[in-house]
């Protein structure tokens, strides 16, 4: 028995030594690390972070600096540059390492104490927080969204969209990766990209006399687009052409986060244009659908073609 209790002793010592050389990690204030600190063991997180994530551009990006009149409008900074994740009425600025925007320890530090969504032992204490599993966990800074994706009532979390899990190794590192098994860890790519190609549908009639184009919100938890600032828009774009390539007709309909007029879940929006075609005359009909943010040139998500 005594053996035994020195052998884990002689485990244990070392642990709670490593656990101590890592405290820093969990200073807060103007104390706080960079990411970059975590990147010492979370490699494949961080890359995904720093070079996919928005979140990581959050501060630095021309439309937050236009929007915040070049930093002066301090509601908005308290999420771009949020201490620690928390509800909107009680948001903390960082006050370092502001250009990281959303990074590490907004979500995974609070209370001087590092939570994750999963109980694992670490080198750094840490606790688990199985909240961070939760759409709730993301209210904090997108609340009309969060509401949207209730009154949705879609069945998937925030995370299960923005952050699909994968099989890996939470660590990396020579030592690290030759003792720590896989397991499912949530991506930290908060793209959009595949996710908007998903939710937007283009489908069309035509008529003697009408080009009918129906846009379908068909895989979206939240409107499209969503967003309570910023200019985020959704453009269609119908043109008809005659077989020399003149355009006979053009429309375009927008929909944005400053109209507030998204399309909503499961729902679609159908528009008919009266055109008037000369018999024996062939056309065709192209649709297309962008998505814009302010600042950026647009992205094509959805297109439909026909002929009359």
Known sequence: MRKALII????????????????????????????????????????????????????????????????????CIGCHAAQENADEKNLKLRPVHTGEGINCTTCHLRNNMIYGPYKLTAKHKSEQDESMLKSEFCAGCHGPTFQEWQAGGSKKTCQECHMPRVERKVVQGFLLSMVVPNRMVGQHLMSYDKLLKEAALLTGETGKGSVKISLTNRAGGHNMPTGKYGDYRVVLNTQVKDTDGKT???????????????????????????????????????????????????????????EV
Not at 265 to 272: C, D, L
């Open 8 to 75: 884990l002793g002689l485990i244990l010592v070392p642990l709670f030594l490593i656990a101590a050389k890592y405290d820093f990690l969990l200073e807060m204030g103007e104390k706080t690390v960079k990411s970059s600190e975590c990147n010492e063991c979370h490699k494949v997180i961080y890359e995904e972070w720093s070079a996919k994530d928005f979140h990581s551009k959050a501060f630095v990006s021309i439309a937050f600096k236009k929007g915040s009149k070049d930093y002066g409008a301090e509601e």
């Open 248 to 306: 006979i007709f053009s429309k375009e309909e927008t929909f944005s986060t400053l109209k507030k007029n998204g399309v909503p879940p499961q729902q679609t929006i159908a528009f008919e244009y009266p055109i008037s075609f000369e018999m024996g005359k062939r056309y065709k009909v192209n649709s297309s659908l962008l998505y814009q943010i302010e600042g950026k040139s647009g992205q094509l998500i959805a297109s439909w073609n026909g």
